[in-house]
């Protein structure tokens, strides 16, 4: 079993930006490959960002390419999400994902674990 937990949401300008970190428990992190996923509301849940066990590689949706950057921390079982020159169109519900495979997952239904979602809300 892994237990998840974001943070660092809240609300921000656009223009601004924000960093969110998943505290991951339970399980050996250092072998989960790790995903961001953000809802909308009135919107299907939709990939953000991907990064495998070791960190080597990672995946971005084409909608926050350039602007957001996905890290891991496995001596502190945490994984990062840079979000830079955030806009409007960013605001959603920030979940953090795990998949046990080890590889970066970029569906929503390939992800094992869910944390409880951290709310981004950005001012246009």
């Known amino acids: 079993q892994v237990q998840l937990v974001e943070s660092g949401g809240g609300l921000v300008q656009a223009g601004g930006s924000l960093r969110l970190s998943c505290a991951a428990s339970?399980?050996?992190?250092?072998?989960?490959?790790m995903g961001w996923f953000r809802q909308a509301p009135g919107k299907e849940r939709e990939f953000v960002a991907a990064?495998?066990?070791?960190?080597?590689?990672?995946y971005y949706a084409d909608s926050v390419k350039g602007r957001f950057t996905i890290s891991r921390a496995n001596a502190a079982n945490t994984v990062y999400l840079r979000m830079n020159s955030l806009k409007p169109e960013d605001t959603a519900v920030y979940y953090c994902?795990?998949?046990?495979?080890?590889?970066?997952?970029?569906?929503?239904?390939?992800?094992?674990?869910w944390g409880k979602g951290t709310l981004v809300t950005v001012s246009s």
């Open positions: 994902a795990a998949t046990l495979s080890g590889v970066a997952t970029l569906s929503v239904g390939g992800m094992d674990y």
């Open positions: 990064i495998n066990w070791s960190g080597g590689r990672t």
């Open positions: 339970g399980r050996t992190y250092s072998t989960l490959a």
